[in-house]
């Protein structure tokens, strides 16, 4: 704005007052004569103002969302001396196949998830592709196969206040590198319940759906997303040597950013989201 404009608004209103008078023996109580510029300048004082408040209100949200979550590193964590049983084989059966050392009961230890995509039957149609994992867990000096409701590798972040752990699931075609396997995209939210040891069958890592709202944890990981993309932080080295792969991965990343926060708009009203850029990602 410039000096002129702040001059211009600031301006005190110049008034008219008209005297009072006698009609036909009634009072008539004295006008006043407003200045229209004065009146037109007060209205743009107002709408410049609240503009400024609105826009420090959103920078806020960011601010604080980046403030009180922060990412939880699942690959920190020892490997056993031993080695976990191979992945499963590449095949026309099974495809696309990804393994992660990961610390997912959070005990300084990593488990080892398996993730591909299976061709169910082998059947060639794109309706009979399907996500499957396998994880394992290092116990009693050996591999041993455990169960856990995850279709992917999750995201992993922490509340500064309250020190809880949140797994958030929002998978897209992009992860696994065929958009038609995971089907319809769905987010699930979940907090860490632990062990649950059974005999004659598979121990499970129990994870509890969160049941409180979405919208603040949803739009606190494509804030985070949305900082790594930009810091280039989660860029793997092969899209990092090639320009052209790197624009690949970059576009399926800010559409992951954008859906996830469509999917935070279901439980936050409009004063409670954050701003976004031209490109629909939260703005930094």
């Not at 004082?45 to 604080?64: C, E, G, H, K, R």
Request: aromatic share 10%.
């Amino acid at each position: 704005m410039t000096l002129e404009w702040k001059r211009q608004l600031l301006m005190p209103c110049r008034v008219t007052l008209w005297p009072a008078w006698i009609r036909n023996g009634k009072h008539v109580s004295a006008k006043l004569k407003s200045n229209w510029g004065c009146v037109l300048r007060g209205l743009l004082a107002a709408l410049v103002l609240n503009a400024a408040a609105s826009t420090l209100a959103f920078a806020a949200i960011t601010a604080d969302l980046s403030r009180d979550f922060q990412w939880v590193d699942l690959t920190a964590c020892q490997k056993p001396s031993k080695a976990p049983p191979p992945t499963p084989q590449e095949s026309y059966a099974a495809y696309n196949v990804q393994r992660r050392f990961v610390d997912l009961d959070r005990d300084g230890t990593c488990e080892v998830m398996d993730v591909w995509i299976a061709r169910l039957g082998e059947d060639p149609s794109p309706g009979m592709r399907e996500v499957q994992q396998t994880a394992f867990r290092y116990r009693n000096a050996k591999w041993e196969n455990f169960a856990i409701d995850l279709k992917f590798y999750p995201y992993a972040i922490w509340s500064t206040k309250t020190k809880e752990v949140f797994y958030i699931e929002a998978p897209s075609g992009s992860d696994v590198g065929d958009s038609m396997a995971f089907g319809s995209q769905e987010v699930r939210i979940y907090t860490l319940s632990g062990w649950r040891i059974s005999k004659g069958a598979l121990d499970e890592y129990v994870l509890t759906p969160y049941e409180g709202l979405a919208g603040p944890l949803l739009q606190a990981l494509a804030v985070l997303l949305t900082e790594n993309l930009k810091n280039a932080v989660d860029l793997p080295q092969k899209y990092r040597v090639l320009e052209e792969g790197m624009k690949w991965y970059r576009d399926n990343q800010q559409e992951n950013i954008r859906w996830i926060l469509k999917a935070s708009y279901q439980t936050l009203s409009a004063d409670k989201r954050v701003p976004v850029d031209a490109k629909g990602l939260p703005v930094q």
